[in-house]
């Protein structure tokens, strides 16, 4: 079965017209915000190797959302490879985060865990005159 290559939660991406590199911009390890619920918007992108007998094989890639209190969501997409490896790209808009938490993607590949990242999602704290601590006023 196909081989993961990589799996990165990031907050945007961009994919070179010429030459097909990929760049991901800001990958998520940590959110803060001072009011919940908010909305996070992400990229996952997972890039799978093809092994010996995947030439005719339908894959299925799940991309579940948990998030404490929450039911997980999932992202399903299907591919065939065509070349020796396939990049998944999902961008999910709007996640409504409620509380702070612990916020984990999980890739299946055809209903078997591939890998997680998870982010770590806390509250700011804001002072009387709604600054964090600790901000520069200038």
């Given amino acids: 079965m196909a081989r993961l290559e990589f799996f990165i939660v990031s907050e945007s991406m961009s994919i070179d017209q010429f030459t097909n590199r990929l760049s991901l911009f800001n990958i998520l390890e940590e959110v803060e915000s001072p009011n919940f619920p908010f909305q996070l918007s992400i990229i996952a992108v997972s890039l799978w190797m093809k092994e010996p007998g995947d030439d005719e ?37 709007a996640i409504q985060l409620n509380e702070p938490g612990v916020l984990r993607f999980e890739v299946l590949l055809n209903g078997q865990h591939a890998a997680s990242h998870e982010i770590d999602v806390s509250g ?12 520069e006023v200038g």
């Fill in 57 to 93: 094989r339908d894959f299925q890639c799940i991309l579940r959302v948990s998030m404490p209190n929450v039911p997980p969501r999932e992202f399903t997409v299907n591919f065939r490879f065509i070349s020796r490896r396939h990049r998944v790209i999902q961008n999910i808009q």
């Fill in 124 to 135: 700011i704290t804001m002072d009387t005159a709604g600054s964090p601590p600790n901000a």
